[in-house]
């Protein structure tokens, strides 16, 4: 017959309560407050299927370290096609291809002429209630 094998000497309960617990993955929250995201943008890019892999565990939702790293590539790539979409495809550090003029903003060089006179300003209408003369021009106009 065997000799039975020596277990090793436990260690006491008090220095297993206080160690950390060791992490598996970050709640919503924490993964909101890591990428400095609003928990409504969180959802959004969810119901749009842009946001991370989640595990519900036990009724929490869980994000993994691989499901994190996989997202982050996809943001980057994400990231890379829309940039090649907006500017054409044109490599990084080629020139911006000129601003457009938006909402009367003067961008860009002026026209042959000059840019146009800026049209005179007009006093502001005084709001507020009614002076007595107003009520009385108006009762006036009324009547007549």
């Known amino acids: 017959m065997k000799a039975p094998q020596e277990l090793p000497p436990a260690e006491p309960l008090a220095e297993n309560l206080t160690a950390?617990?060791?992490r598996y993955g970050l709640t919503v929250a924490e993964f909101c407050v890591r990428y400095r995201a609003s928990r409504s943008g969180y959802a959004k890019a969810q119901r749009a299927g842009h946001g991370p892999e989640e595990l519900n565990i036990f009724g929490k939702r869980i994000i993994t370290p691989q499901a994190e790293a996989a997202w982050l590539e996809q943001q980057r790539q994400r990231s890379r096609e829309l940039a090649a979409d907006r500017f054409?495809?044109?490599p990084?550090?080629?020139p911006r291809p000129p601003a457009r003029s938006s909402g009367g903003k003067r961008l860009g060089r002026p026209p042959a002429g000059g840019w146009?006179?800026?049209p005179p300003l007009r006093a502001q209408k005084k709001l507020g209630r009614p002076t007595r003369a107003m009520v009385a021009a108006r009762s006036a106009n009324l009547a007549g």
Do not use: K, V
Request: charged residues 10%; proline residues 25%; glycine residues 24%.
């Open 20 to 22: 950390p617990p060791q």
């Open 88 to 90: 054409g495809g044109a």
């Open 92 to 94: 990084t550090g080629a």
């Open 116 to 118: 146009p006179a800026d």
